[in-house]
């Protein structure tokens, strides 16, 4: 079984900046993939914002074109943590956050968190 824990959501200006961070639970999640998801308000839809993979795949990272250069995804294989640093922040951006995981060449994230909000203002 494995837990996920988010934090680090909140309120910010645009342009402004937060981290999530992402503290997993169990076992050999080193070699599971990470990810970061967002959920739009209204939508029910949950959509890719970074993923990095584990230590087999040697934490290749992927991201969303409308993040990329501005969000950095990274990740602590001894404390099993994920982190999203999220850069020069826009609007759109706003969304519950989830972090997710996945175990390797599997199509589906089989564990979630439950979500941290994050929200910028215009």
């Known amino acids: 079984q494995v837990q996920l824990v988010e934090s680090g959501g909140g309120l910010v200006q645009a342009g402004g900046s937060l981290r999530l961070s992402c503290a997993a639970f169990?076992?050999?999640?080193?070699?599971?993939?990470m990810g970061w998801f967002r959920q739009a308000p209204g939508k029910e839809e949950r959509d890719m914002v970074a993923?990095?993979?584990?230590?087999?795949?040697?934490?290749?990272?992927n991201y969303a074109d409308s993040v990329r250069g501005r969000f950095t995804i990274s990740r602590d294989n001894d404390r099993n943590t994920i982190d999203l640093q999220m850069d020069s922040l826009k609007p759109e951006d706003t969304g519950l956050y989830y972090c997710?995981?996945?175990?390797?060449?599997?199509?589906?994230?089989?564990?979630w968190g439950q979500g941290t909000q994050v929200t910028v203002s215009s």
């Open positions: 997710a995981t996945k175990i390797p060449f599997s199509i589906r994230y089989d564990y």
């Open positions: 169990g076992n050999n999640l080193k070699i599971n993939t």
């Open positions: 993923t990095i993979t584990g230590v087999p795949l040697n934490g290749h990272t």
